[in-house]
């Protein structure tokens, strides 16, 4: 951001869509943790049938 003087509403506007988009970050990496972890599940469970 510049050094100029914003309105408390322009920095209120600011911080919202600064809140929204590390929302839905958080969102995607929840996704992918989960996706990990069921692939890794998947993955263990294919070992041990290959073990029997």
Do not use: C, G, H, T
Not at 18 to 44: C, G, P, T, Y
């Amino acid at each position: 951001m510049d050094n100029e003087e914003i309105s408390d509403e322009e920095l209120e506007e600011e911080l919202d869509k600064a809140f929204k988009d590390s929302e839905s970050k958080r969102d995607v990496f929840s996704i992918i943790r989960k996706e990990k972890e069921s692939l890794d599940n998947q993955e263990k469970r294919i070992k041990d049938k290959l073990k029997l």
